[in-house]
């Protein structure tokens, strides 16, 4: 029982971020603007929400036709994407440095704060992004290199991302500039 309440709690959490995320994405201009969009009544991100759940069942339904076991699929899935959220806390980790670099030292915010604590952690993440690269097939299951190409999907999603970072900041510098700023959600 307290398995299955696990998994709920944090499949709940998924897709609550997402959701967040892709309406936040929506109000910023980055994303079709309907996903910045509230419910009437609930305030809630509706629409991103029913988004995120049609993307979900697109990723799942091949599994579903192939005749996946759900607890196999589950623990598979659930070590991709504690893989993803590790690199995605490493390339965080990694621009903290940059910014510190090239903004923060003139702005005068904290060395420990901004530089040192993402630094010593981004020396661990990498050594982490390392481990999760070099023993995948622990966190995904199956035979070793038998679902490598989910490590590289993870790889891909993420580079398709900060490309698509570049395309706004040198295409549509004007969204670029609302990213994660947007006062109207």
């Not at 929400?49 to 799942?60: A, G």
């Not at 003139?106 to 690269?133: E, H, N, R």
């Not at 023993?135 to 993420?158: E, K, R, S, T």
């Not at 580079?159 to 570049?166: C, E, I, R, S, Y």
Request: aromatic share 12%; hydrophobic share 50%.
């Amino acid at each position: 029982m307290l398995l299955m309440t696990s998994a709920f709690a944090a499949s709940l959490s998924t897709q609550n971020v997402l959701s967040r995320y892709m309406h936040n994405l929506g109000t910023d201009g980055a994303l079709p603007r309907f996903l910045g969009k509230v419910h009437g009544k609930h305030e809630s991100p509706y629409l991103a929400s029913m988004t995120v759940s049609v993307m979900v069942l697109c990723v799942l339904l091949p599994f579903i036709l192939m005749g996946s076991k759900p607890d196999l699929l589950y623990g598979q899935l659930s070590g991709v994407g504690t893989s993803g959220i590790i690199i995605l806390m490493t390339v965080v980790n990694i621009s903290s440095l940059v910014w510190y670099v090239r903004r923060g030292r003139q702005q005068g915010v904290s060395f420990a704060k901004s530089f040192l604590a993402p630094a010593i952690s981004s020396v661990f993440f990498i050594a982490l992004v390392y481990l999760v690269a070099a023993h995948f097939d622990v966190l995904a299951g199956g035979d070793p290199g038998q679902y490598v190409w989910m490590f590289y999907c993870l790889i891909g999603v993420q580079v398709a991302g900060m490309a698509l970072a570049q395309y706004f900041k040198h295409r549509r510098p004007e969204v670029f500039e609302c990213l994660g700023r947007s006062q109207n959600g």
